[in-house]
T-cell receptor, first 112, second 114 residues
Framework: DVKVTQSSRYLVKRTGEKVFLECVQD?????MFWYRQDPGLGLRLIYFSYDVKMKEKGDIPEGYSVSREKKERFSLILESASTNQTSMYLC???????????FGPGTRLTVT | QKEVEQNSGPLSVPEGAIASLNCTYS??????FFWYRQYSGKSPELIMF????GDKEDGRFTAQLNKASQYVSLLIRDSQPSDSATYLC??????????????FGQGTILTVHP
């Protein structure tokens, strides 16, 4: 079974802090994605990566950056957290595109 | 206009009935279509995908695609209380900077009552 894990289920940070969200997949998938999910807005793509050290902007990249140094790991970075970044963050991976995306359990981030 | 639009619901159906979930999309070049199910507090999981016009059946689930009308639907036959969840429609747009990107609708909440 594909397994996508995220470093934290719940995270509380203060405004202005630098925040790292980690995602690891164990199925040698080429493609990895970061989404945020907000009520009434659905899933919105922040960034995705189709190879090591490659990244593409999604629909809402502002205020975020990513890092993919190893194939299995994709990190989302909030350079200076703001309250409007309070959300559920979901990581996903897929073998190729377009194809099934497997999601991690999510990180609920609260910025106070 | 949203790129992928779903009725947010909630949609409530009695046990044993057919639940019909609808999704429209704006990009005529879209090639692939996915239905995900998300239980409360859980992450989405894929239940169906469809690439060609027409119907695709998998057990109690049928996906229907009409590219001319830019419309995709999911039918759930013999609905069960365990089908109560949020259903997300996702569309893959091919080419250019959209390659590899899935665009999700906002989801439809389905409740199946005994």
């Amino acid at each position: 079974d594909v397994k996508v894990t995220q470093s934290s289920r719940y995270l509380v940070k203060r405004t202005g802090e630098k925040v790292f969200l980690e995602c690891v997949q164990d199925m040698d998938h080429e493609n990895m994605f970061w989404y945020r999910q907000d009520p009434g807005l659905g899933l919105r793509l922040i960034y995705f990566s189709y190879d090591v050290k490659m990244k593409e902007k999604g629909d809402i990249p502002e205020g975020y950056s990513v890092s993919r140094e190893k194939k299995e790991r994709f990190s989302l970075i909030l350079e200076s957290a703001s309250t409007n970044q309070t959300s559920m963050y979901l990581c996903a991976s897929s073998l190729w595109v377009p194809y099934e995306q497997y999601f991690g359990p999510g990180t609920r981030l609260t910025v106070t | 206009q949203k790129e992928v639009e779903q009725n947010s619901g909630p949609l409530s159906v009695p046990e044993g009935a057919i639940a019909s979930l609808n999704c429209t999309y704006s990009d005529r070049g879209s090639q692939s279509f996915f239905w995900y199910r998300q239980y409360s507090g859980k992450s989405p999981e894929l239940i169906m995908f469809i690439y060609s016009n027409g119907d695709k059946e998998d057990g109690r689930f049928t996906a229907q695609l009409n590219k001319a009308s830019q419309y995709v639907s999911l039918l759930i036959r013999d609905s069960q209380p365990s089908d109560s969840a949020t259903y997300l429609c996702a569309v893959h747009q091919s080419g250019g900077t959209s390659y590899g990107k899935l665009t999700f609708g906002q989801g439809t909440i389905l409740t199946v009552h005994p």
